[in-house]
């Protein structure tokens, strides 16, 4: 039996709702198994930005998707580096993540071309790596269905509000924090089931778990899938 903690090619995908801990957990994940990080969501805020600064007008489909296939964007997969996001050039590792890109996100991830351009990158992003961790609300069914291993992280919507809450760094108001936190899943489930999960993908529920024992338990069933697939 081969463990996959140590095989060449290794392809973990983890989808989940907005503060079920994703991406940190996937990046720590993705740093033990010695493996590259892709974070999906951070491509779909790039975008975003780039409509804004174009001025594009986020009601309309086609132009939304004719910004985001001219889009250029680069989102560094070193988990041991602090991550960094350009848009054409520009370094925009702070501006993805500030509320105005939070609330306009949805626009573009329920435009279903713009959606399949970024399905197309970051399957090329994937396959450029031997070894992987990608997360997003997508990756196990459409993006990676193939992948070695592929998780749901979920957890209470007490506990996915109070950890956005945390990162945003108490900045928001509690309608702010459920509108960006609960408002936004519901409009982005609108085109991708990202609360249940699909045949083969195994449902991790984090709300009683701490990081480190959500990171444990995303190793062991990244374990436990490798040795399924090599019996
Ligand atoms: O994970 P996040 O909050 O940074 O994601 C930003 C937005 O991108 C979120 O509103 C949903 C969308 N998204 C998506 O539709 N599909 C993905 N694979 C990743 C993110």
Known sequence: MTSSLSTDRLVVAVDGPSGSGKSSV???AARRLGAAYLDTG??????????????????SRQAVAEAV???????????????????NGRNVTQEI????IS????????????????VARQREIIGAHPRIVAEGRDITTVVAPDADARILL????????RRRGLQLG????????????TGRDRKDSALVNFTSAADGVVTLDSSDLDFEQTVQAVL????????????
Request: aromatic share 2%.
């Open 154 to 161: 979920t957890a209470s919507e007490e506990a996915r509000l």
């Open 220 to 231: 062991e069933i990244v374990l436990r899938a490798g040795s399924e697939g090599t019996r």
């Open 97 to 100: 993540r500030e509320p105005r």
């Open 26 to 28: 996937s990046r720590e």
């Open 69 to 87: 296939r001219r889009a250029e964007i680069e989102v560094s997969t070193d988990p041991e580096q602090e991550q960094t996001v350009l848009v």
């Open 103 to 118: 609330e306009r996100v949805s626009a573009v991830a329920t435009t279903p071309q713009a959606r399949e351009n970024l």
């Open 170 to 181: 108490g900045s928001q108001s509690a309608e702010q924090l459920a509108e960006q936190v």
């Open 42 to 59: 951070a491509m779909y805020r790039a975008v975003t930005l780039s409509c804004l600064e174009e001025g594009v007008d986020l009601a």
